[in-house]
Every structure is written in structure tokens, then in C-alpha cells.
């Protein structure tokens, strides 16, 4: 197998981010729809380039350079790292 092969499979095994709940989203006192546009964002922008990162994994120190790299705005950056910091909150 190829190099690249073997990244594709690996990439297309890693689990995907959690969708957000209305359960979540009440215990953060945020509306669904900015923890859905979150995700949405982690999954589209950094997921296109790497593994998207799930909430528990250690995505704080690397946000403002990879923040600038996926050209995020201030407001998509808000939502991706709002849903990133509710969804690590262990239920």
C-alpha cells in the first residue's frame, strides 16, 4: 500500500466530533444552532485538512495558529472553539 493510501484509510477510521444536542446546548445556556455551526466548521475547515480535532483532545494551544491558516474569521472561530469547549465537558 502506498503512503497515502494508508492515510486516507487511517483519516477514514478516526471518529468523527460529536454531534451537539439540545441537551448540550442547555447545559451550556447556548443555542443548538451555534454548537451545530461549530461542529460544522471543525468538521469543514480543519478536517481539510487533518483529522478534525474531537472536543477531549488538547486543540487549545494550536487554535490561533491553525485559526489563522484555516482562515477563520473572529466569529467562526468563536463557534468552532465554543462547541470544541462544551462538547469536552463530561456529561
Same mark, same amino acid.
Given at each position: $500500500?502506498? %503512503?497515502?493510501?494508508v =492515510?486516507?484509510?487511517?483519516?477514514? *477510521?478516526? /471518529?468523527? /466530533? /460529536?454531534? +451537539?444536542?439540545a441537551?448540550?446546548a =442547555?447545559r +451550556?445556556?447556548?443555542?443548538?444552532? #451555534?454548537? #451545530? @455551526?461549530?461542529?460544522?466548521i471543525?468538521?469543514g !475547515?480543519?478536517?481539510? *485538512?487533518h !483529522?478534525p /480535532?474531537? %472536543?477531549?483532545?488538547?486543540w487549545? %494551544?494550536? $487554535?490561533?495558529d $491553525? +485559526?489563522t491558516r +484555516? !482562515?477563520?474569521d473572529a466569529? @467562526?472561530?468563536r =463557534?468552532? #472553539?465554543?462547541?470544541?469547549?462544551? $462538547?469536552?465537558v463530561? !456529561?
Amino acid at each position: $500500500m502506498r %503512503p497515502i493510501v494508508v =492515510l486516507v484509510a487511517v483519516a477514514a *477510521c478516526a /471518529p468523527a /466530533p /460529536p454531534h +451537539a444536542t439540545a441537551a448540550d446546548a =442547555l447545559r +451550556a445556556n447556548v443555542a443548538l444552532a #451555534e454548537l #451545530e @455551526q461549530g461542529r460544522t466548521i471543525v468538521v469543514g !475547515k480543519c478536517g481539510g *485538512c487533518h !483529522k478534525p /480535532p474531537l %472536543p477531549t483532545d488538547h486543540w487549545q %494551544p494550536v $487554535m490561533t495558529d $491553525m +485559526a489563522t491558516r +484555516a !482562515k477563520l474569521d473572529a466569529n @467562526q472561530r468563536r =463557534l468552532a #472553539e465554543q462547541y470544541l469547549s462544551v $462538547m469536552a465537558v463530561t !456529561k
